[in-house]
């Protein structure tokens, strides 16, 4: 094995062993750089992490002796060593010789720290990759020398530069496999040159190189004297970094943390997105608008006069003003904008697919709000670019959509801000990360379109019919005894002069729903239509009545916040499964059973029960009319 | 050389930490900073006073204890906890007490028991829904792939293949009653950088990572402290002074020293630079099941 060993790119062993002190001081003033490699084991892309830990001595005796006895019990490279196994960390990847998920590996040199996020190459692992690029600064994208440009080739290009990454190497592996051919080289150049151009990028650096026999790995290969560019390492140590070229943007600090330990002290923590500041900056604070200027930068080793992009500081104001988690503060004269609607890209990374109009959970910065995606326009297939139509986007997909927030966000498009463009959705329930985003741009009817004020006011209209607005919300499995109860109360509310309207599931679904199935995204797409239908009639005044299975708690949770506190009314009417079965008003449970009905609640599809409803219904214990006049009583006391 | 623009490694890797920790004081409800006195430890908390000044960090720190932690571990804990400001829980496993586990005798089961078993009642007993870990992704391979928020089921369960994505730096804390998280703050950082800060920053640490003339034994190719009385020797075995120091610390009779001459902490990172062994070489508990042990250990619930 040691005849394919270069030389180290540690080469400060001197240094060290005669003066530390010296040594010390050249490590401190180290930058550092954060990269991602794009390839696949065949390009021979753990090889070449292994080679760049092990010439930067990174490497040390035990777990060398721990790799050479695993080369030859599991490796791929004969009696040689096979530096992928120093890299394939889970035992399952060993065993598969796959890499499944994405690790990061450091090293160093005396210029620059190094972390590659190393990430599996195949198409079922895009979400890894993209995580894998979201940090980094550079991206190596690694070709088979015998084989050219592939589709995986086109796949990580596009992602790389999808996730913003402006400084891409393209290192032609392998090189030592078809003789050090300088045509085979430039055929390969003279493609990607095409290529990148077509998806909009517009700089690279290519390379020769060969990561098992280390050419142009640390410095000039002997077997290349034809190429005059940089070794990939002194390309790597001099790239400029992302945070470099943050600092020359406008300032902005999303708020993390207030930080009051006592009356007299009242700071802002947070992690600087772009720019710098000083005290004497004025400075605003989004939503609210408000300016103040800074007073100190205060950190546990003494005040700051100026502090950068991507550090962690404290900021003092002059005045009093109100600032929070989730507010972002910027220069005052050059702020972000807000909005409330958007066109984004979604990554979407859960087995589930997503659900449009489905509320999800969405961070970005420091800001947490409700989100909810329409329909994609298109999903982009990752191989090939191309823009195809799609009614969802599952795991693994790309595509563009609109979204809308609960509320106004503090954001830039992902291309200026990463931190103030990049969000992830979170599911409500799961609470697993489900998507990746990037913000394009505000919708521009978010901020022109503006709500109607209109003479007669939604209290106005309560006040002609002498009552207080309602909804109250029916759950429960079918055969429950919803559509029952809700009726009886209906009835009850009418002989009492209140002015009700009973929205029926099976009645809406003839009409208003007609083009809805029963698939998780239809019906999450049923229940925002009657929120939206209730929600008009609470604001003419009525006591609305729901009759709806409505299965989903996000869903339900998300018609809630559409309303005016206290006017939504969950009333869980709770018949235990093998009741509901058990009488089968309508032979579904049935049919269900047979097979011949898909997606039944509580057969194939879930029902997620409240867990803390207005009124709960026991319809075991409670006959329809002691329920009704239960329910009324809640209602009018 | 950098221009005021550009921030060193360090200035990066700290920055980077600091926002981990106050994302988690902001999101958790119950948070808690594991401190094993070692340093790493050393580093996260003095990443953490940072984090918060001039506020003390807004949580306790928790020493899961087996009781058989070098003398000036305990010495150094205690100071610590003074100087920061911060309340300090210690957490010894009842069960392991009353049953006499120790590491002479028992082997696996006392990491087992004290360990793993006592950090998994300790975060029980006290409610913590996050706890802060100095464990770092260069230490071992299945922890390069371990995400910076580390979801642990409610038995306090990994598993490995059910991570979350983790993009920018954008953090999901959000977690079902019952569940946990383990966050690793420096995650980032490898052992070098630990050293460096340690030395720009003046951070107290135990006094046996330095070289120094201690009684110790051979056993099974590791040099061993005979740190207290309880250590049983075997016929004809005599405690040899020798000159050692650790680069590891544990529980003293599971952690190998290693001969040095190194007193100051330039001597001590020179000499980890000019190694050939890795760090947890010296830890017993890294060698059982082949390559996976800390894979395996853990999904079971060890940090």
Redesign the interface.
Known sequence: MTDTLTDPIYKTDSLIAEDIDAYLDVHQHKTMLRFITCGSVDDGKSTLIGRLLYDSKMIFEDQLAALEADSKRVGTQGQEIDFALLVDGLAAEREQGITIDVAYRFFATEKRKFIVADTPGHEQYTRNMVTGASTADLAVILIDARKGILTQTRRHSYLAHLIGIRNIVLAVNKMDLVGYDQAIFDKIVADYTEFAASIGITAFTPMPISGFKGDNITGPSENTPWYTGPALIEHLETVEVNSAVDADKPFRMPVQWVNRPNLDFRGFSGLIATGTVKPGDAIRVLPSGKTSTVSRIVTMDGDLDQAVAGQSVTLCFTDEIDCSRGDVIALADNPPQAADQFEATIVWMADEEMLPGRSYWLKIGTQMVTATVQQPKYQVNVNTMEHLAAKTLDLNAIGVANLSTDKQIVFEAYADNRTLGGFILIDKISNATVAAGMLHFSLRRAQNVHWQATDVSRDFHAALKNQKPAVLWFTGLSGAGKSTIANLVEKKLARMNRHTFLLDGDNVRHGLNKDLGFTDADRVENIRRVGEVAKLMTDAGLIVITAFISPFRSERDMVRQMMQPGEFIEVHIDTPLADAEARDVKGLYKKARSGQLKNFTGIDSPYEAPLDPEIRVDTVAMTAEEAADAIVARLIP | ??D?????????????S??IL??V??EAEKPVMLYSVGKDSAVMLHLA????????PPFPLLHVDTTWKFQDMYKLRDRMAQESGMELLVYQNQEAKDRGINPFDHGALHTDMWKTEGLKQALNLYGFDAAFGGAR??EE??R??ERIFSFRTASHGWD??N????????Y?A???KGESIRIFPI??W?E??IW?YI??NDIPIVPLYFSAKRPTVERDGMLLMVDDDRFPLEPGEVPVERSIRFRTLGCYPLTGAVESEAATL??V??EM??????ER?GRAIDKDAG??GM?KKKQEGYF
């Open positions: 050389m950098t005021a623009k550009t921030l060193t490694h360090l200035e990066r890797l700290e920055a980077e600091i926002h106050r994302e004081v902001s006073r940072k984090a918060f000044y001039p506020s003390p992704r260069d391979k299945s390069a792939k490995p293949k991570q979350r994505p983790e993009l920018w730096n954008l999901n959000r977690k079902a995650s980032n490898t070098l950088d460096q030395h720009l330039p001597e990172i020179q630079l000019l190694t050939t062994t890795s070489q390559g996976a894979e």
